[in-house]
């Protein structure tokens, strides 16, 4: 299982960056595919994540209304679409393969990803 993040970098507050996740080495078609951050100090935090149909998308209420999930099944790619980016949006951003096909969600914490990828550095100044 290979899963590579790309298309982070720097911008300012209010800009945008688009994330890109490829994956190999699994049948990306029947699998969750999510995305996390972890900013220095704190906690790894599910982001978002879509299902392997491209359904009923989940985002974190921090980034609701602001960040975009969607797939190409036929190009085993997941993206990330993140506008209106905030200082604290600054985090590793990772994209993780989850080993069900829906995203599963308890307590507001993604549960089931077991797969990941290196990571992609997003840095939001003010």
């Known amino acids: 299982v290979q899963l590579v993040e790309s298309g982070g970098g720097s911008v300012q507050a209010g800009g945008s960056l688009r994330l890109s996740c490829a994956a190999s080495?699994?049948?990306?078609?029947?699998?969750?595919i999510g995305w996390f951050r972890q900013a220095p100090g704190k906690e790894r935090e599910g982001v978002s994540c879509?299902?392997?149909?491209?359904?009923?998308?989940y985002y974190a209420d921090s980034v609701k209304g602001r960040f975009s999930i969607s797939r190409v099944n036929a190009k085993n790619t997941v993206s990330l679409q993140m506008n209106s980016l905030k200082p604290e949006d600054t985090a590793v951003y990772y994209c993780?393969?989850?080993?069900?096909?829906?995203?599963?969600?308890?307590?507001?914490?993604?549960?089931?990803?077991?797969?990941w990828g290196q990571g992609t550095q997003v840095t939001v100044s003010s």
């Open positions: 080495g699994f049948t990306f078609d029947d699998r969750a």
């Open positions: 993780a393969a989850s080993r069900w096909q829906t995203c599963t969600v308890v307590h507001g914490t993604l549960h089931g990803f077991e797969s």
């Open positions: 879509i299902s392997s149909q491209n359904d009923g998308p």
